[in-house]
């Protein structure tokens, strides 16, 4: 195997060769800040995923190495992240109840199911499954994610327990559980999301007037969620509130990740095997938007097929360390390139970090409030939810806002996986219905010119025995039918009729349904007396046409141009 | 509402006011014609279905005369037809057993369901849907369709029992009853096949021969079935064969129809509605086609929308006679073409020749061996084996090829549902993939004009500092993400690259997911400082991206022709 293959498939040879002292050091820094950015994150969405804490911490670790090493981003920082960790609890909560044993080895099996199949996908090329989630889908449905994920965290704020996996269920749970409502739990909750908004908006002004410069001022206030982690923290051990009803994350092994094995049951895959699909799919686009947006910023390359590859080994990783599901997040990819991450060494040393963190700090959030925790995902999530892309739809394309529009609807009031599902087939459905009926013009000769132009729109020169059709669209199998009706109205009302010429300039492929059709109208135009010509066929259309059956019983010509058809009547 | 309108909705009133002597004359005489090849046909199909045989009269009776009333097809026939009887057969026998009274009411309530579903497509203008099934799937579906009736009717052949939903199920249980073959019976099915088969090939030219006319030798050898049904009748009557284990029709009941009520039981709409679905878009996809080519003789008009209405109506028509689900067939309405039928009141009297038939003649049956039936069953289906279409699509694109192989495979494997499920998903996947990957060529000018061409198929001229990118198809979800990475990857090759153009001459359309590439691609172009131009734009689309964010940003200019970029060096 020659260097360059090795590159291909190994990204870490690219940029490996090329490391130095500097790389280093700024390696180390990034490295250093998004460490204690994960650590909160990474607590947080395990128990978003119905996880223990420690889960999402191991889910940094393995995952960001193996990353690093298959990835061809060079800055994506990967682990839990919030959208794919709700789909992990709505998937698993299927069948098995969060917090039991079968739950966290389901999780592990989810991790394991959606590492193999990105590597299938990324081996075999097949990224363009990814295609089937189109932009509206995927905005409305990570608009919907997000409302599920904050009401969803609501019972950490109130102190109330709640469940579901939609937001009708959601709340309706929560209501009927009010009566548990704990003040003070409430009081951490909303304080530490009102900081929280305050770091976000308010801290890196302040910042900035009292001297700091905008990088470093940008960077503190992207850590400041830790100093929340902390002071809550310190809040519930010194008042004992955890004796008043606070829910504390309790206590969190000290140590490494012991190797875990997924389950190999078949009622376990059978189960997950749509959820993985979907989870790895979802994640994959959102990763791969994430990777290209930084890459532009220093022209680099991400290799589609290698990033499925580098997630896949990701969740392997997981899938073997005691994680759950993960992907390329958005904010600790930002993070780690505005520290100034030059290679994937710096998630490399991230690893180490959060390895430091786990073997040695985990007994001091014993008292960490969940509603900290809650806080923090509302805070990171509430970001997610846009409408705009319903009005943006709404005025670009009515199809495309049903899409939208019943994408938010599912995921809101059924749930996340049939959310998306009703996405896809409605993506599918309008595509399918638009093309099927292709912009078709009727044309005619502007006098004194070789240029065709549509009837209905140009004072145009037309011959009652020739009838030119243009059409606009490649032809395949939903719009072929649309062709014919068309065609055969023509002739039905055009008695006189002796020709029929379909421009073809706009006509990028005719597959093979399409070919049916066009002989069928051959035949169908013979019987009725019109002959049936084509023009301006482009080039590679017309070398797979030749030799098929359809050219060799043509009843009329092929013209190279439309103005040759001027030849039919004389 | 005007007569057009009303015409519209009834094109009895189209063809019935200048109905007068001569058509009837030639109506009539189409309508004996029809009617005696009717008779066999529609007992045999109702057999194929597993109900008795009087359903299959009862079928091509008020369905008929609805269609004459609500349908566009002046000649179509209406009634049981064999691939719409086999999907019949295979849904209701998922959860009936053949000849029981549930098995009877699902019959009737699949042609209410069919009935309902297609007056709601023509309603509503959804005869698009009917587009999902590419015509290579259809043919595929046909053929393995053909091969499982020829060999679920082995068994009336050979006398022995079967039962099966796909080729591996009927071949086992046909082989694990060979014990019963009956030589009897064999020799009768064998003789008719054999005798039904010189009918098709033999007679005509004998007749030819000893000087009848073309035209009525082609007609007589379309009821010289009815010999074979006289002949063997008798035959079995004369011989007591009954009573040496040839099956025969027994005792079908005389008279007309009752009234008969579709159950409304969840659990069976439940178990029937994607059969439904499926059975009538199958039935729409045959009867047009046959429509069509009737049609294009006489220069007619088929209006797709209202023919799902004259479908349904025929379904409910009979759903409410005790009849199967229906839809146009091929064969019978080219014999009431050649035969001379110039208005749908030929089906109508064809409708009363069949109660005439259910009326006086039902007993003549009794002695009518099953063999004989399927028989004639095998003759007729045999010619919808037609595996060309593997070969035809083979050469011209393997995709296709992919699509047919499965459904074929699918159906004679699995059974004919799935078989057109997989067909449909096959099809629909394979374009998203073909055009998830388009045509898309770098271009450079020719010298000394004003073209612009392939940089690696001709001789041209391009600028290290701009990048031109033609793209040979529309933008839509599925394609976007390979345009984006196609751009990327240019501009981290090519660091002094200042300029990207994209040349729309080829795109008809850019759907809302392409849009929000194209912004995409906007913005990180900017970061990279590149700046991002679109040439060659068509009106309709341009008109679209009027007033979108996409413009309102876009980083550099829309230029009317490719020329015009070569400003941009200047």
Redesign the interface.
Known sequence: MNVNKLKNYFPIFEWGVNYNKLTFSNDIMAALIVTIMLVPQSLAYAMLAGLPPEMGLYASMLPIILYAIFGTSRTLAVGPVAVVSLLTAASIGKFALPGSSEYIIAAITLAFMSGIFLIILGFFKLG?L???????VI?GFITASGIIIVTSQLKHILGVNSSGHNLIEIISVLFSNINDFSFITFAIGISTILFLFWVRNGLYPLLLSVGFKRHSASLISKIGPVAAIIASTIFVWFFKLDFYGVKIVGEVPKGLPSLSVPSFSFSVWNSLIGSAILLSLIGFVESI?VA??L???R????N?DQELIGLGMANLGAAFSSGLPVTGGFSRSVVNYDAGAETPAAGAFTAIGLCLVSLFLTPLIFFLPKATLAATIIVAVISLIDFSILK??W???KA?FMAVFLTILVTLVIGVEAGVIAGILT??LI????T????IAVVGQVPKTEHFRNVSRHNVITDPKILTIRV???L???????L??RI??E???K?DLEHVVIMCS?I??I???A???LE?IN???I??GVKFHLSEV?G?VLD?LK???FINKLSGQIFQSQFQTNSLTK
Do not use: C
Not at 130 to 136: R, T, Y
Not at 431 to 434: A, G, L, P, T, V
Not at 436 to 439: E, K, L, Q, T, V
């Open positions: 363009f990814a295609n089937f989630l189109s932009h509206p905005s938007s290209q947006t890459a532009a910023k022209r680099q390359r991400i589609p943006k739809t005025f670009y394309s495309d993506s599918i595509h399918i219905f638009k099927s009926r292709p912009h606009d669209e490649s395949y199998f939903a719009n072929t039918r649309f014919e009706d055969y109205k002739i039905s009302k008695l706009a990028n492929t597959d093979m349904s070919l049916a059709s069928l035949e169908r135009l019987i009725s482009k590679p797979k030799g098929t059956n």
